[in-house]
């Protein structure tokens, strides 16, 4: 049995500091890995989980090597805008 492959992804649900490294946690690709598995990890990090296994895993490794896209998973987010409360309304007649 071929050895496993070894990436670094951060841990989900931690908030960081501007200059703060996130935490890690290591993931196994393995071989006998099936496609399930990999579209749900694909899914916890908001990536594309769509493809044959072969592109799971390159979408995987590449996500592992790319920091800057994991600073997206650590900004908090935005509030939504209220629209004008200015204007004509309607009268109630």
Same mark, same amino acid.
């Given at each position: 049995?071929?050895?496993?492959?070894?990436?670094?992804?951060?841990? &989900?649900? @931690?908030?960081?500091?501007?200059?703060?490294?996130?935490?890690?946690?290591?993931?196994?690709?393995?071989?006998?890995?099936?496609?399930?598995?990999?579209?749900?990890? &694909? @899914?916890? %990090?908001?990536?594309? !989980?769509?493809?044959? @296994?072969?592109? *799971?895993?390159?979408? *995987?490794?590449?996500?592992?090597?790319?920091?800057? !896209?994991?600073? *997206?998973?650590?900004?908090?987010?935005? @509030?939504?805008?209220?629209? !004008? %409360?200015?204007?004509?309304?309607?009268? &109630?007649?």
């Amino acid at each position: 049995m071929p050895a496993a492959e070894i990436i670094s992804l951060p841990v &989900l649900g @931690k908030m960081l500091g501007v200059n703060e490294q996130p935490e890690m946690v290591e993931f196994a690709i393995q071989q006998d890995m099936t496609v399930k598995v990999l579209r749900e990890k &694909l @899914k916890e %990090y908001g990536l594309q !989980s769509t493809g044959k @296994k072969a592109d *799971l895993i390159e979408r *995987l490794r590449e996500y592992a090597t790319d920091d800057t !896209s994991w600073r *997206l998973l650590f900004q908090p987010t935005q @509030k939504g805008t209220r629209g !004008s %409360y200015t204007g004509k309304r309607k009268s &109630l007649v």
